[in-house]
T-cell receptor
């Protein structure tokens, strides 16, 4: 079975631009979460969606938004990019409740 | 708020030696705890999980972890290190949300395995 897939793998943007990152969960998983991993740090929770509704939000500014589609795939949008948004963005999916999250390989976002 | 602390940002062991990576947690409720491994330019791979069943949890690749409530610890061990174990390891605590859970990660421990 396919794991969590993310696209694109790498992205280069300039300050002020907007970016959309995409994630397809493992088949049958209805929960999708997004994390930001800055170089040298652990991942930080951004959003969690379940059944197309936002169920959790981390301490990130309103420039960050996300949505989940009827097929459970998800998009993360970041507006007005800042240099500090440069990071690896990880998507994870899980079935529900206390089931472990399974991660994709991430999108490496570089802001110039 | 839940949190985890990983002692030692870098750990170096010889091949064949014991691996011990430390994790302490803080949680107001019985925690769900996880260890993940991250290889360069990859996402995180689940090593093992503790969800209030047996306190000694066995994972993949010969790793195991023991939950000690009295010490609020969940240290990761492997009896004999292999070169392929060189990677970054993250301890995480889970908080249930509606329909899923969110993970709070430690800062990670980079494991180096030397010949």
């Amino acid at each position: 079975d396919a794991g969590v897939t993310q696209s694109p793998t790498h992205l280069i943007k300039t300050r002020g631009q907007q970016v959309t990152l995409r994630c397809s969960p493992i088949s049958g998983h209805k929960s999708v979460s997004w994390y930001q991993q800055v170089l040298g740090q652990g991942p930080q929770f951004i959003f969690q969606y379940y059944e197309k509704e936002e169920r959790g939000r981390g301490n990130f500014p309103d420039r960050f938004s996300a949505r989940q589609f009827p097929n459970y795939s998800s998009e993360l949008n970041v507006n007005a990019l800042l240099l500090g948004d440069s990071a690896l963005y990880l998507c994870a999916s899980s079935s529900q409740g206390d089931q472990p999250q399974h991660f994709g390989d991430g999108t490496r976002l570089s802001i110039l | 708020a839940q949190s985890v602390t990983q002692l030692g940002s870098h750990v170096s062991v010889s091949e064949g030696a014991l691996v011990l990576l430390r994790c302490n947690y803080s949680s107001s409720v019985p925690p769900y705890l996880f260890w993940y491994v991250q290889y360069p330019n990859q996402g995180l791979q689940l090593l093992l999980k503790y969800t209030s069943a047996a306190t000694l949890v066995k994972g993949i690749n010969g790793f195991e972890a023991e939950f000690k409530k009295s010490e609020t610890s969940f240290h990761l061990t492997k009896p004999s290190a292999h070169m392929s174990d060189a990677a970054e390891y993250f301890c995480a605590v889970s908080e249930l949300t509606g329909g899923g859970n969110k993970l709070t990660f430690g800062t990670g421990t980079q494991l180096k395995v030397e010949l």
